[in-house]
């Protein structure tokens, strides 16, 4: 709205001409009520007289009563029907009262009858802004920006429209503008440090929110810009510093609790987070940003029961809203319901609202699910909603690497993709960008590669060199002091997310927990999951110190360089966020991997990967970035499952009882397209012979199932084999039924290209032939290489067609399959309870350190 000018109009009679010069002088004195008088005065006078009809509209609009406004400065458009002012302030009046399409078209008349009236030009932004339409409100704003860059209103509609269409720099540009022409406007300081942010330039957004805090040193909004800022730069102290003198100082600002609650959720203290997170919602329950950080944290936590139940009361406030459906996505998500995880994201993306977090959401569930395409398309949009997310840009990365493939060339394609968008994200990590990386690294990896039946060294390596870089910026200096001279205790740290049962803990851990000598090895414990269980209790008793208590990456780090260990273990690294990250700062003087996740990590702070003689082929040491332990035989000390065993009901699980049983119970994604013609060979024996079943294990991500048994179902068309004949899918059993169908089945059928060790040995456990592929890798050698060991090498193959020879052997020939059966029970009891790997890893680590033996262990 502008101040009332000189009248325009062709002037009217003198005694009325001078009362309106009077009136518009008493107006712009603020002496509205003299101000109306006169101008009624002149229009009574003159009647329909534009300038005073026109400006007691503005007098009513400058009182709130828009009605009346409207009604005025219609009348006087009677009279000049293209005066810019008078159709820019009618437009302010639709504006206020909420009548924003009306509004627009007023605005768009003001700047077509004068393309350089900036206060129209800038109204015309800002109702396309209230409107939802702040793309289309750039050009306006610009134009009126153009022609008043010191208006402190404009800059801050301009500036938020370019952050809201993701112009960073754009905005960086207005906003440094802004503060060359207002020095002193703090606010005008808090937009720069917002959009220096956006922009990816964190330490001038710093500079921005302390120039702002200089002149209003107690602004919430600023002390979060800082927060923020310090956090990206790396400084999660001074950032927690900047968050909590936010709340300390606004104790009742709900954005203030919010911005709190969303670093502390990042940094993983999320009991934190969630208390200050109910705060920000219950100081503002419709601030959906803190509704939805909320749900997140109780999902982090491992609530998320509590998160749905908060997720469906939001909703029920606001149905079908995106925050609201994307909250209960995520819950759902956690609960790895992903079926309905992905409907629900599908629904929120396509809402208004939705964000940069709702596409990286969606992206997630759709590649738990298998539809890695479609994913990376989401994470794609991720990037163009918020360019300064670094999770959503190694999930684009990383979402090259499928679960599932159709042919051999996907594959390869696949991997040359993922080396291209590798390279790309190691540009967009620069120095600057490093502190906001470190969210990134872990929040999705390169875990697929492993199955692909290829070297990995060298596009892991390079990943690895930026995992390291981004993460040496959050690496803590350790204790420092002198080291005791002569023999001693090696302190060993074990830091693993699965302390628990599991694969990994069965397969590897345990046995170095339970039977390091500890007259030699001082064993620290750094349990970095929550989940527990008997297992767990067990561990807290065998190591000399149990760590559990930190909550946060900074925490965790720390704890380990005060342990001041001699080396450090990762059982696995590339399945869990947190062992990454931690894995790629140098916490320790060697620190080594070993095969939980059975390839090299590529990274340049281990040292050392702990494999097995027995798994590895002669040219192994050069498939790994850091230096190969091959332990003897197996390298590990396991111990058998021993269930109590639960005969199976065979025609409840859809099988026959009179027919051989091929189990395959790999997971879906183990199923590689090279496998597929060795499995056709086999069902088509078995089709030929009238009797057998190869039988999957359905996953619980029911849709990788489903592409894979599409996949084979064309392959085996292809070989001319019936599928439904000869191929049964079953529920994923619990461990007693598994060994209970063992027990019945004809043979196990190990999966070409990445082996299972853990059922193999189950298997073997039951007496139960297993047919196992012998690959390059040490990952394909995980149940040959047991075979191997206890001299069974009539079951390992080397090539499709004996693979396929061995199986259908087994099937035709009973007495070699009931010879088999006697072999390995008379020689299985070799696999388990082995210590001599353990003597073995603790010389290396002694070698490998340099630390003196302290002499004979004793037991």
Known sequence: MLPPQRPTQKAPPSAAAAQLNQAVALHQAGRLDEAEALYRQVVQQVPGQFDATHLLGVIALQRGDLAAAESLIVQALVAKPRDA???????????????????????????????????????????????????????????????NAKSAEIAALLGASLLDTGDGRGAVAVFETAVKARPRDAHAWLNLAVASLMAGNAKRALEAADASLAIAPDDVKALGARGRALAALGDAA?????????????????????????????????????????????????????????????????????AMRHGQSFAGAHPDSAAALAMQASAHFVQDRIEEAVELYRRAVAAKGADAAMFLGYGN?????????????????????????????????????????????????????????????????????????VLGVGSAQPFYLAYHPVDGRAMLASYGKTAARVMAGATPRAAAGAEPAGARKLRVGIAAAQVREHSVWSAITQGWVRHFDRERIELTVFKLERASDDETARARRDAHAFVDAPTTLAGWAQAIADARLDVLIYPEIGMHPLTTRLAAMRLAPVQAASWGHAQTTGLPTIDLFISAQALEPAAGAAHYSERLVALPRLG????????????????????????????????????????????????????????????????????????????????????????????????????????????????????????????????????????????EFMRGRLASGPLRYLGLDELVATTADEFAGIALRLVEDAAWHAHLEREIAQRRHALFFDQAPVR????????????AKPGPHAR
């Open 636 to 775: 590990v000390c396991i111990q058998p499952v021993q269930p109590a065993v639960i005969a199976p009901d065979l025609a409840a699980l859809g099988l026959p009882a009179n027919e051989p049983l091929l189990l395959c119970p790999g997971t879906p994604f183990k199923y590689t397209p090279q496998g597929d013609a060795a499995l056709a060979a086999i069902a088509a024996r078995l089709q030929a012979r009238g009797a057998g079943r190869l039988v999957f294990f359905r996953s619980h991500r029911a849709a990788m199932s489903a592409q894979i048994e599409q996949r084979m179902r064309r392959s085996f068309a292809q070989a001319g084999v019936d599928y439904d004949r000869t191929v049964a899918w079953v529920p994923t059993l619990n461990r007693g039924r598994f060994f209970g169908l063992m027990q019945r089945a004809t043979a196990m059928l190990d999966t070409i290209g990445f082996s299972g060790f853990n059922t193999a040995l189950q298997a073997l456990e039951c007496d139960l032939p297993v047919v196992a592929f012998e690959g």
């Open 840 to 851: 073995a890893l603790e010389d290396a680590l002694f070698e490998a350190t340099g630390v």
């Open 238 to 306: 001074g950032a927690r510093a900047a968050f909590a003198q936010g709340v300390r100082g606004a104790p009742e600002d709900a954005v203030a609790q919010h911005n709190y609650g969303v670093f502390l959720r990042e940094q993983g203290d999320h009991d934190a987070a969630i208390e200050h997170l109910r705060n920000a919602v219950r100081l503002d329950p419709a601030l959906m940003a803190a509704h939805e950080a909320l749900v997140g944290a109780l999902a982090d936590s491992g609530r998320a029961d509590e």
């Open 365 to 437: 569930a759709l590649f738990a699910a298998g539809n890695a395409t479609e994913a990376t398309q989401q994470y794609a949009r991720a990037v163009e909603l918020d360019p300064q997310d670094s999770r959503a840009r190694f999930a684009l990365a990383m979402s090259h690497l499928r679960p599932i493939y159709d042919d051999a060339a996907q594959m390869e394609a696949s991997r040359r993709a993922f080396a291209r968008a590798l390279s790309e994200l190691d540009g967009w990590l620069t120095p600057a960008r490093a502190g906001a990386g």
């Open 85 to 147: 002012g008078a159709l820019n302030n009618l437009g302010t009046a639709l504006m206020r009262a909420q009548r924003l399409d009306e509004a627009r078209e007023q605005f768009e008349r003001a700047v077509k009858a004068q393309p350089t009236f900036a206060d129209a030009q800038s109204n015309l932004g800002n109702v396309l802004r209230q409107m939802g339409r702040a793309a289309d409100s750039v050009v306006p704003l610009k134009r009126a920006f153009a022609a």
